[in-house]
């Protein structure tokens, strides 16, 4: 069982109880930070903190793949259709490739914890590979990816809940649409969960998230059995052109790595973490490429962006879909915000009573998701605000940094092939990233200036 410290669904709709131990060190533990305890408890020193050791480690190799998995299935599987019907049928071969190449970088996590077993977290084992440096810069990576994942959810709620409410109008200010007020109103709803301090109690989101995650798929099967929806197969074999932003879609698809070190220290026996990434990733990129090919063949060059806003909409599978699509975003704040919460009560002086920690952690969490929300209404263009997110810090994430731990932690270890290898993938992470980056923010920059001047004239 993987403990309970700081529940926290990754960015990329990944669930699990995990210890946030790295990010927010500096001083006790995460559960004793949470329920405002003196820690009291035995620990044994990290590279750049001290760790608890709650619990002894006893996940078995079925409870880590079913882990796994809910880690990795998340927005990944709106878009993936989306990203083949613009790269042509060939793209699945992409999404092929860095399905192996992910779970190989998941592979030499497993490494680096085996060679450094006081790391306890992603951001440990950039700290002991590149020392004060690498884990500022790891550390910024991924508060960076939670929080544009999170502006990507909230576009995903306003566009759902758009289509859900479609023909309805609320008398409003006419400063916002129908869509805008009832995606606040949601945002409003979720609010509160950030004001509860002990995120345990909240455990059930992250069930909830996964189950929405299979309604989904389901759903999306249903309607192409059931649907009465006619193929549209008028897809080219290749657009050579659109392959640097799709890959931002696939990378962000398999992006888990931040939390796989919880996973690994969980296990019973860490020495099958690999045969459980091979099961997990092969499983996440069945479901990835089944969704991909059936969303691309039933609607063809019309696909939206999220497969969810395709499906015909008289169906009864669709709206189910649809709603499952609105409620994943608001399990998803009080569990994306852990990680800032336990550096921000590290940060308050400890002579602060825990209520007035409790309505600083509560304010700042609201004013973040309010900032969330209004990125999301003025840039709503989920395709490329995730594409954005995975070419600019997932590929590194998810494939440069694993390597390049790798290569500094086992230096002069290592074979000429495996060296080889690694420089590669770190040079084919990078341009990938470089490309995707650069293709992805012009997109974005020209939907922002079409909507200028529609909106102008």
Not at 158 to 173: K, S
Not at 262 to 281: A, N, Q, W
């Amino acid at each position: 069982m993987i403990t309970r410290d700081a529940e926290a669904a990754n960015p990329h709709g990944r669930k699990m109880v995990s210890t946030k131990s790295s990010v927010e060190q500096g001083g006790g533990c995460d559960v004793c930070v949470e329920n405002d305890d003196v820690c009291q408890c035995d620990h044994r020193s990290g590279d750049d903190g001290q760790h608890r050791l709650h619990e002894q480690p006893n996940g078995s190799f079925a409870h880590a793949v079913i882990n796994m998995i809910g880690m990795l299935i998340g927005l990944g599987q709106l878009s993936t259709p989306y990203a083949l019907e613009n790269g042509g049928w060939a793209s699945i071969f992409l999404l092929l490739v860095l399905g192996l190449i992910c779970t190989y970088t998941s592979h030499l996590l497993g490494k680096c914890l085996h060679m450094s077993p006081k790391s306890l977290s992603y951001v440990d084992i950039g700290h002991h590979a590149f020392g004060s440096k690498g884990k500022l810069l790891v550390s910024t990576f991924i508060y960076l990816e939670i929080f544009m994942a999170l502006v990507s959810y909230t576009i995903s709620l306003h566009d759902n809940l758009a289509t859900v409410f479609t023909g309805t109008y609320i008398p409003a200010t006419g400063v916002m649409s129908t869509s805008q007020l009832l995606t606040l109103v949601a945002v409003l709803v979720a609010l509160p969960s950030l004001w509860i301090r002990n995120l345990s109690s909240i455990s059930f989101l992250s069930s909830g998230g996964i189950l929405m995650s299979g309604v989904i798929f389901s759903c999306v099967v249903f309607t192409a059995a059931f649907g009465g929806v006619t193929p549209d197969n008028n897809i080219p074999m290749i657009r050579a052109r659109s392959i640097p932003s799709i890959s931002g879609l696939y990378v962000f698809s398999y992006g888990g790595h931040i939390v796989f070190p919880d996973l690994y220290k969980s296990m019973k026996d860490p020495s099958k973490f690999t045969k459980v990434s091979i099961v997990s990733f092969a499983a996440v990129t069945g479901l990835y490429t089944s969704m991909a090919f059936l969303g691309a063949k039933m609607f063809g060059p019309g696909v939206s962006s999220q497969i969810t806003l395709s499906l015909p909409p008289h169906l009864i599978f669709t709206r189910v879909a649809l709603w499952a699509t609105v409620i994943t975003p608001m399990t998803k704040y009080a569990l994306e915000f852990a990680p800032f919460a336990i550096q921000l009560e590290r940060i308050l002086p400890s002579w602060m009573a825990p209520q007035t920690k409790t309505i600083v952690r509560g304010t700042v969490g609201s004013v973040l998701l309010l900032v969330i929300l209004t990125l999301a209404l003025s840039v709503p263009y989920f395709e490329h605000v995730l594409g954005l997110t995975g070419s600019l810090v997932s590929t590194s994430i998810c494939v440069v940094f694993p390597c390049a731990f790798y290569l500094k932690i086992s230096r002069g270890e290592l074979g000429r092939t495996v060296l080889v290898l690694n420089w590669a993938l770190i040079g084919v992470g990078c341009v990938l990233g470089a490309s995707g980056t650069i293709s992805s923010s012009k997109l974005l920059i020209n939907s922002l200036r079409r909507a200028h001047h529609l909106h102008s004239s």
